[in-house]
């Protein structure tokens, strides 16, 4: 049987995940967290969720590390550059723009 529980806790920990982002953004106006807390909290919500049979815990394992990877190496390269993104510039210039960006961003997760 279908259970709405996992897809709501999922939703509350990515939700939460990208209100923290947005919180980030507007009070840095930086871009350098954008894919740790974005990526990041996908794995975030696969540990949380785990579920209690051994494939369902591989399998989050697994995600939680994929996206704890990506997020760890997207984070390394930006801070590398030390550059702003300018594919985001316009976008993420107005507090409605970051609005819309987490917005999104959470949606997707």
Known sequence: PFSASPLLGSGAVIGAGNAIGLGVSVATNS??????IGTGVIGL???VLRGSELRQR???GALAAWSGKLAAFLFFRVCSTNKRDERLETTLSTPS???GFWSISAMWG
């Open 31 to 36: 871009h350098h967290h954008l894919d740790l």
């Open 45 to 47: 919500s696969a540990i």
């Open 58 to 60: 591989i399998s989050a």
């Open 97 to 99: 723009g970051m609005i």
